[in-house]
């Protein structure tokens, strides 16, 4: 046999023992090189290392060399076979050390995906499972509510008002997170659903089917200032505007904000307050309500969807309900926002709908 015969073969049965280069080197006390030589053809092992390797695969010496091969290994001594063989059963231990080592390396691969699998799949579900399991009939209905994280959240389709799709779409954008919640019927029944949600935004969305439902910590079918305000006075106006502001209405709020930022502070805009007690924050609020009450035709919902947040102001009303401020509720009406053109637009929380705002109103949110 050629010392390509004997490559080839030697290479077989490595593999067929499931043994590196080095591993083999290692149990014959030669380097994976001298291995590498013997399986490329460069070089032939001596006798006694045949005699080892063939003992290590569990053949004959013959099987290794061919029956044939004219470099057949001279006659070894019985003592020196006895030896070798001894020598070999060592080898052969290792080689089952090395095998038990490598199984029991593959079974802890994987038993730890197996458990790597079961922990994902448990976040997924706890955390940022998909909300489409949500099954809810009547979701966004009035008389439907949502509890999360100690938070009432109420539906913003009240008394029969529909949905604008595109601001739903915007405000869905922002929350990103996936939590577990309370949700309420109009029955009563409580089931658990999963909600988007982000701790910035006073906003939360549930997902029942296809559609989404936003629900707000603010009940607005008892807070719109319309309503409030009637229940509260016993004196009968024809309009809002004709209220005694200043013993009804603590002040309006104008808080700057932006699209990357719903609903908080930022630096390109300026905090304003109008106090019913100062002159131009009485005309501020008298001509807010007024509008709020005949806000005329609503806007093209495509400027909703485009500008909404854009150069924009939350608009909060504060009502007076005893002498202590500490106390006055706080209640947010709506959105102030400028299109492209500085067209200005008032987006109502009530109805979801944007309406086109007059100088009357832009000049005091920006100082127009």
């Known amino acids: 046999m050629d010392r390509n015969d004997l490559a080839e073969k030697l290479t077989a049965f490595r593999h067929q023992n499931g ?16 291995v590498s030589k013997w399986e490329n053809g460069e070089s032939m092992p001596k006798t006694s290392t045949l005699i080892k390797i063939a003992d290590i695969m569990k053949i004959d010496v013959s ?9 057949a290994p001279s006659t070894v001594s019985e003592n020196e076979v006895s030896a070798l063989k001894s020598e070999n059963e060592a080898l052969k231990s290792q080689l089952s050390s090395i095998n038990r080592r ?31 399991s949500n099954k809810i009939p009547d979701a966004g209905s009035a008389d439907t509510k949502v509890v999360f994280d100690s ?32 949700y309420y019927s109009r029955d009563g029944k409580k089931t658990r659903v999963i909600v988007r949600c982000n701790p910035d935004s006073d906003f939360i969305a549930v997902k029942s089917g296809k559609k989404l439902y936003l629900y707000s910590r603010n009940d ?57 007690t100062d002159r131009d924050g009485e ?28 150069e924009a102001y939350t608009v909060v009303i504060t009502i007076n309900t005893d002498t202590t401020p500490s106390n006055n509720p706080d209640k947010p009406m709506g959105e102030f926002f400028k299109d492209g053109k500085g067209k200005v637009y008032f987006y109502s929380y009530l109805d979801v709908t944007s309406y086109p ?12």
Do not use: W
């Open 220 to 276: 607005f079918s008892q807070t719109v200032p319309g309503t409030a305000i009637n229940e509260e006075t016993t004196q009968k106006a024809d309009s809002l505007s004709e209220l005694n502001v200043k013993k009804y209405i603590s002040h309006i709020t104008l808080l700057p904000q932006s699209k990357s930022n719903l609903h908080k502070d930022t630096l390109n805009g300026e905090r304003k307050i109008y106090y019913s």
């Open 63 to 71: 099987e290794l060399l061919g029956a044939e091969s004219s470099n």
């Open 151 to 182: 938070v009432t959240f109420y539906p913003l389709e009240q008394n029969g008002q529909g949905k604008n799709e595109s601001s739903y779409e915007y405000y869905s954008s922002l929350l990103i997170d996936k939590k577990y919640a309370d």
């Open 19 to 34: 043994l590196s280069q080095k591993e083999l080197g290692d149990m014959l006390s030669v380097s994976n090189k001298a």
């Open 283 to 310: 005309e501020f609020i008298k001509a807010m309500f007024n509008f709020y009450e005949n806000k005329g035709e609503p806007a093209d919902s495509k400027i909703t969807e485009v500008y909404l947040g854009n």
């Open 102 to 132: 490598k199984n029991k390396i593959m079974l802890s691969a994987a038993s730890v995906t197996i458990i790597l699998i079961i922990v994902c799949s448990l976040l997924v579900h706890f955390f940022g499972g998909s909300d489409s």
């Open 357 to 368: 705002v007059g100088k009357e109103i832009s000049k005091y949110v920006y100082n127009e």
